[in-house]
């Protein structure tokens, strides 16, 4: 099978393509015709081996998996002996954290990864990204921002796959939803339901006379202290994009005062855990309540340009790549 193979970390440039041994699966794994994967973000981070305490991770001097990509979206294929749910012919998407390798043509995961049948509301290609934005995001809003109706909730990076996915769930709870986002995404936000949309290059949401009850900010982009006096007594600061100021403010923070930051790791959350949101998740895909929003598709063999995109950091929504095997 066709599969991008990475044997070092550095640019995009360290992508090759390759013909690979196509995989088979073990008793408890299934093996899946990849339809979509996503680049995110956080591959475009990994690809680079920064911040150096990833690698404890990834693979100290080289990526110790050599094919890239965690999230995927496609058709099971087969399935080994052990495997009770799931058969050859289901459609799935889900997310391979620890063995990754969606950036190929098949993929073999084990049942009891991130991985479920794909409601029938989304393509492939919405449902790729789906466990990076939609999961991180229901993680923040619902176990760090603890979400209710009517609750004041301010999406900064609101274009983003976090934010696309954060306006759309935070709506889904009941909650007054303001997204953070530069003037041509605008008309996508209102779209995606916020009932306010604050254009960053005109307005500092930090310095009107608002205050909300959590200030989610997608991108990392505005620190703990930019938001204190825009949070409420009780107000919650988080954000995905860990930083040593951050850190410091997190641990300061649990201790005084009202106002807190937080931070988690979705992915090294237990996958049981990732498992229940990702359930969660898809009762809001079938209610009709989330959309994936897809920026670019490439093929698999245009790897690069679509990691060169990615690290711009101005991408709407999710990057996709699709091998050509995918109808
Ligand atoms: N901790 C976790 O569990 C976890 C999980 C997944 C991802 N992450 C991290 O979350 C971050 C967000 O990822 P992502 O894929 O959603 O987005 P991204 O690719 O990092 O950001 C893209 C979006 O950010 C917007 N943006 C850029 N600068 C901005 C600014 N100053 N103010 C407001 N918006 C701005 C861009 O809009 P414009 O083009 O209009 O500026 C674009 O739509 C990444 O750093 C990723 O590594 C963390």
Redesign the pocket.
């Known amino acids: 099978m066709k599969a991008i193979i990475t044997t070092a970390y550095g640019s995009p440039e360290i992508f090759k393509v390759d013909n690979v041994a196509k995989p088979t699966a073990k008793p408890n794994e299934i093996l899946i015709r990849i339809h979509a994967s996503s680049v995110?973000?956080?591959d475009t981070?990994m690809r680079t081996g920064k911040p150096y305490i990833g690698r404890l991770m990834i693979g100290l001097t080289k990526p110790k998996n050599p094919i890239w990509g965690t999230g995927f979206a496609g058709v099971v294929e087969s399935v080994g002996a052990e495997v009770t749910q799931f058969k050859a012919g289901d459609k799935v998407f889900g997310e391979n954290i620890d063995t990754m390798g969606t950036y190929a043509e098949y993929v073999t995961v084990p049942e009891d990864c991130v991985v479920a049948h794909l409601p029938e509301n989304i393509s492939f290609e919405e449902a790729a990204g789906m466990c990076?934005?939609g999961v991180?995001s229901l993680?923040f809003l619902l176990n760090l921002g603890n979400i209710k109706p009517g609750m004041k909730v301010l999406i900064?990076?609101a274009?983003?796959?976090?934010?696309t996915a954060a306006v759309q769930i935070a709506k889904h709870f009941g909650a007054e939803v303001t997204g953070?986002?530069?003037t041509?995404?605008v008309s996508l936000v209102w779209e995606l339901g916020a009932d306010h949309v604050i254009d960053?290059t005109q307005h500092d949401f930090t310095e009107n006379e608002n205050s909300y009850d959590l200030i989610y900010d997608?991108?990392?982009?505005r620190s703990f202290a930019d938001c204190r006096d825009a949070l409420t007594e009780y107000g919650v600061y988080a954000s995905?994009?860990?930083g040593m100021p951050l850190l410091g403010d997190m641990m300061v923070s649990s201790v005084f005062g009202n106002k807190k930051a937080k931070?988690?790791?979705?992915?090294a959350l237990p996958a049981k855990e990732i498992k229940r949101l990702l359930a969660i998740l898809i009762e809001i895909i079938e209610a009709g309540n989330l959309i994936g929003i897809v920026d670019r598709t490439y093929s698999l063999e245009d790897v690069v340009d679509a990691h060169e995109y990615?690290d711009k950091?101005?991408?709407?929504g999710n990057v996709v790549l699709k091998p050509s095997v995918a109808a």
């Open positions: 995110t973000k956080a981070m990076d934005g991180t993680n900064n990076g274009s983003g796959a976090l934010g953070v986002c530069s041509k995404n960053y997608t991108v990392g982009v995905p994009v860990l931070f988690s790791a979705t992915g990615v950091g101005h991408k709407t």
